[in-house]
C-alpha cells in the first residue's frame, strides 16, 4: 500500500492521509525524478520534505518544490510538487576551483554527500586529469562532467537519494508480457537518426583524424552518421569513441508499455518481452517509469532500451 510521509520546517513528521492521486516521474535522461502528488486538505506548517512507501520499502525521497492549497464545490485539497535528492545538485552552483587528479571519493565528499545522498558501491576511480569547475556550474553539472571524463557514462542518482556513477543497471530480470508483467499496449520505435555509424579518432598530436571506429551493425542498414573525437585531449581518451557508438545503439530502439500496475523501483532492471504479435525479445532494460494513481486505478508507462553492458553497480 503506497503512503506519503511529509516533513514540515519544524522537522515534524507524518503520514498524510486522504492521498487522492499520486504521479510519480522516474527517467536516467533527467537528473532528478518528479513527484506530483494530492491529498484531503490538512492543516499542516510549510513542507520540506517527502518520502513515498510501499508498506515499508521507500519508493522516492525528495524535497517539496511547491505546495497548493485549493477549495472548489468538491471540498478542500493539498497538492505537492516535489522532486528527489538529485534537485540540490541542480539548483546549487559549485565553488569555482581546479582540481589535479580528483577521486570520485573527494568530489561525492565536496558536491554529493552533503546533500544525503550514498554511493552504490565503495569505488574510488581516479580521474588522471584536471578537471576545471568554472563560475555558473551547478554541482550536478561537476558531478557528470567527472563520471564523463572517468568512466564514458553519465552518473544517475536513484529516486531514493543513491548515485550510481555508471547509471543503474540492475541485475534483476522481469519479463513482461507471457507469464510476466502484463501490458495492455505496446509501442516499438527505431530511431536511425541516433545511430551513429563511424567515429574518427585523432590519436596524437602530430595526427589526423585517420582512425576509425566502425559500427558495423549501423554501416550494413546504410546508416551515414560520422562524429570526430579528439584523444589527445584527457577528457575524451579513446575509449570514449565506443561509448559514442553504444551510447547511439541505445537510444535508436524504444518499447513503450502501458502496465495497469506499479513498477516503481525498477529503472534499470534487466527486461524481456514475451509478445505473440512482436519479436521477443531478451537484450532490453527499463529506462523510465512514469507512474500514475487515481481514484480509478493505477499504471505505468515503461520505456525499455537496449540493454549495453552487464555490470551490476
Known amino acids: 500500500m503506497l503512503k506519503c510521509l511529509l ?31 494530492s491529498f484531503s486538505y490538512t492543516a499542516t506548517e510549510q513542507l520540506v520534505g517527502i518520502t513515498l512507501y510501499d508498506d515499508d520499502t521507500p519508493l522516492f525521497a525528495g524535497v517539496v518544490d511547491e505546495e497548493e492549497r485549493y477549495r472548489d464545490a468538491t471540498g478542500e485539497y493539498l497538492r505537492i510538487s516535489a522532486r528527489s535528492l538529485a534537485a540540490h545538485l541542480l539548483d546549487n552552483e559549485a565553488m569555482p576551483c581546479s582540481y589535479d587528479h580528483p577521486s570520485l571519493g573527494l568530489i561525492c565528499e565536496r558536491y ?9 558501491s565503495r569505488d574510488d576511480a581516479v580521474y588522471f586529469g584536471e578537471q576545471n569547475v568554472t563560475k555558473g556550474s551547478s554541482c550536478w553539472r561537476v558531478l557528470k562532467n567527472f563520471c564523463t571524463a572517468c568512466y564514458s557514462a553519465v552518473p544517475r542518482i536513484s529516486s531514493v537519494g543513491v548515485l550510481y556513477p555508471k547509471g543503474i543497471r540492475k541485475t534483476e530480470r522481469i519479463l513482461f508480457g507471457k507469464e510476466g508483467v502484463r501490458f495492455t499496449s505496446i509501442r516499438e520505435v527505431r530511431k536511425r537518426c541516433e545511430e551513429i ?14 582512425l576509425p571506429v566502425e559500427n558495423p551493425g549501423a554501416t550494413e542498414r546504410g546508416v551515414r552518421r560520422v562524429r570526430y ?22 537510444k535508436s530502439y524504444e518499447l513503450h508499455l502501458e502496465c495497469p500496475s506499479c513498477l516503481l523501483g525498477k529503472e534499470g532492471c534487466r527486461a524481456a518481452i514475451k509478445d505473440t504479435s512482436f519479436k ?34
Not at 287 to 310: C, F, N
Open 7 to 37: 516533513r514540515d520546517v519544524n522537522g515534524e513528521e507524518r503520514i498524510f492521509p486522504g492521498l487522492l492521486s499520486l504521479q510519480v516521474n522516474v527517467d536516467e535522461g533527467v537528473p532528478a525524478d518528479s513527484l506530483y502528488a
Open 229 to 250: 573525437l579528439n584523444a589527445v585531449l584527457p577528457e575524451s581518451p579513446m575509449r570514449c569513441a565506443d561509448a559514442m557508438i553504444k551510447n547511439s545503439d541505445k
Open 197 to 210: 555509424s563511424t567515429v574518427y579518432v585523432k590519436a596524437s598530436n602530430t595526427g589526423t583524424y585517420s
Open 112 to 120: 554529493v554527500n552533503p546533500y544525503g545522498i550514498s554511493l552504490s
Open 280 to 313: 521477443d525479445r531478451n537484450d532490453l532494460y527499463i529506462s523510465a517509469v512514469h507512474y500514475r494513481m487515481t481514484q480509478d486505478g493505477e499504471s505505468s508507462s515503461i520505456t525499455l532500451k537496449r540493454r549495453q553492458d552487464d555490470v551490476d553497480q
